[in-house]
C-alpha cells in the first residue's frame, strides 16, 4: 500500500478503525476508540510507509495495557502490533515498573514519556530474553505507543494460553516453564513479575512467554518478591495439572544459585 499524504494514510486508517468496530458492543467500541487516538494512528502509518505492515485485520486480545491487533505485511506474513493505551489509568499502572527499573533512570511524570519508556521496555525485555535462548515473540521494531513483534499462532488464530489447553506431559511443561524463571534470572537477568498460564501461549505443543512489559532486572529493588510470586504462581498451576512440581523454596534456591548469586 502506498500513500501520498498523512491526510491520506489517516483517512484510510480511519476507515480500517471504523471496520473494527462494526458489531461492537458500546464498552468495546469505547475500549478501541482510546487506543486508536490520532497519534497512534500516525505511527501505525509509519509502520506502513516504513514497510513493516501493509493491513491492521482484527484485534487478538485485550489486556492491560493495550490491546493486540493481527496485522500482515504486503507478502501477507503475519505479525501481532500491541498498541498500548495512554490513559490516565494505564499511566499510574505502569509508572512504578518503569521508574523503578534502572535502565530507565531519569523518566518523568510526562504521561506520553512514560508509556513511550514502557514501550522502549517490553520491546528490551523480549529482545534480551530471545538473545538468553527463553521463547518468546520476536521483537521486530516500536515507536511511540505501538510495539510490532512476531505473531505466535497460525491461519486459525492465535495459540491457546497455557489455562485452555490439556498437557499431554505435565512434567516437561513445568519443566520448560521453570527454565523461564531459571534462565531468565541467570541468564537475561530479568524477572518476569507476573508470570502464570495466563501469559504463556503453547504453540505446536511448546510453550511461549508474552507480556514482559513489567519485566524487572534482577537488581531491582524489588526482584525477589517478584520472583517468589512467578515461582509460586507456576507451581500452583502444574500442581492443579498433577505435575511433579518441586516446592517452591527449591525453586528459589536452584534460581538464585548463580555465580554465587544466593539467598541471603
Same mark, same amino acid.
Given at each position: 500500500?502506498?500513500?501520498?499524504?498523512?491526510?491520506?494514510?489517516?483517512?484510510?486508517?480511519?476507515?480500517?478503525?471504523?471496520?473494527?468496530?462494526?458489531?461492537?458492543?458500546?464498552?468495546?467500541?469505547?475500549?478501541?476508540?482510546?487506543?486508536?487516538?490520532?497519534?497512534?494512528?500516525?505511527?501505525?502509518?509509519?509502520?506502513?510507509?516504513?514497510?513493516?505492515?501493509?493491513?491492521?485485520?482484527?484485534?487478538?486480545?485485550?489486556?492491560?495495557?493495550?490491546?493486540?491487533?493481527?496485522?500482515?505485511?504486503?507478502?501477507?506474513?503475519?505479525?501481532?502490533?500491541?498498541?498500548?493505551?495512554?490513559?490516565?489509568?494505564?499511566?499510574?499502572?505502569?509508572?512504578?515498573?518503569?521508574?523503578?527499573?534502572?535502565?530507565?533512570?531519569?523518566?518523568?511524570?510526562?504521561?506520553?514519556?512514560?508509556?513511550?519508556?514502557?514501550? #522502549?521496555?517490553? +520491546? $528490551?525485555?523480549? /529482545?534480551?530474553?530471545?538473545?538468553?535462548?527463553?521463547? @518468546?515473540? %520476536?521483537?521486530?521494531?516500536?515507536?511511540?505507543?505501538?510495539?510490532?513483534?512476531?505473531?505466535?499462532?497460525?491461519?486459525?488464530?492465535?495459540?491457546?494460553?497455557?489455562?485452555?489447553?490439556?498437557?499431554?506431559?505435565?512434567?516437561?511443561?513445568?519443566?520448560?516453564?521453570?527454565?523461564?524463571?531459571?534462565?531468565?534470572?541467570?541468564?537475561?537477568?530479568?524477572?518476569?513479575?507476573?508470570?502464570?498460564?495466563?501469559?504463556?501461549?503453547?504453540?505446536?505443543?511448546?510453550?511461549?512467554?508474552?507480556?514482559?512489559?513489567?519485566?524487572?532486572?534482577?537488581?531491582?529493588?524489588?526482584?525477589?518478591?517478584?520472583?517468589?510470586?512467578?515461582?509460586?504462581?507456576? #507451581?500452583?498451576? +502444574? $500442581?492443579?495439572? /498433577?505435575?511433579?512440581?518441586?516446592?517452591?523454596?527449591? @525453586?528459589? %534456591?536452584?534460581?538464585?544459585?548463580?555465580?554465587?548469586?544466593?539467598?541471603?
Amino acid at each position: 500500500m502506498h500513500m501520498s499524504s498523512y491526510e491520506e494514510a489517516y483517512a484510510y486508517l480511519e476507515r480500517r478503525v471504523d471496520a473494527l468496530k462494526t458489531n461492537k458492543t458500546g464498552d468495546e467500541k469505547e475500549t478501541e476508540a482510546e487506543v486508536f487516538d490520532k497519534k497512534t494512528l500516525m505511527t501505525i502509518y509509519e509502520f506502513m510507509k516504513d514497510g513493516y505492515i501493509d493491513s491492521v485485520h482484527y484485534p487478538i486480545s485485550t489486556g492491560k495495557e493495550g490491546n493486540v491487533f493481527y496485522a500482515t505485511d504486503e507478502e501477507d506474513e503475519p505479525m501481532a502490533l500491541k498498541i498500548f493505551r495512554t490513559s490516565t489509568s494505564t499511566f499510574k499502572r505502569v509508572a512504578k515498573y518503569v521508574e523503578g527499573d534502572p535502565r530507565f533512570k531519569g523518566v518523568t511524570g510526562n504521561r506520553w514519556k512514560l508509556i513511550y519508556a514502557w514501550v #522502549n521496555k517490553e +520491546f $528490551k525485555n523480549l /529482545d534480551r530474553y530471545m538473545q538468553a535462548g527463553i521463547p @518468546v515473540p %520476536e521483537p521486530i521494531t516500536f515507536a511511540q505507543n505501538c510495539l510490532l513483534m512476531e505473531y505466535i499462532g497460525d491461519e486459525t488464530g492465535p495459540a491457546p494460553q497455557l489455562k485452555d489447553v490439556i498437557l499431554e506431559d505435565p512434567d516437561e511443561t513445568y519443566e520448560q516453564v521453570l527454565s523461564f524463571i531459571i534462565d531468565g534470572w541467570q541468564e537475561a537477568h530479568l524477572v518476569h513479575g507476573d508470570l502464570s498460564e495466563y501469559n504463556i501461549l503453547m504453540m505446536d505443543g511448546e510453550p511461549i512467554m508474552i507480556d514482559v512489559g513489567q519485566a524487572m532486572t534482577k537488581d531491582h529493588y524489588n526482584a525477589k518478591e517478584l520472583l517468589e510470586r512467578d515461582i509460586h504462581n507456576i #507451581n500452583s498451576f +502444574f $500442581k492443579r495439572r /498433577d505435575a511433579d512440581v518441586w516446592t517452591d523454596a527449591e @525453586v528459589l %534456591e536452584e534460581t538464585l544459585n548463580d555465580n554465587g548469586d544466593e539467598e541471603e
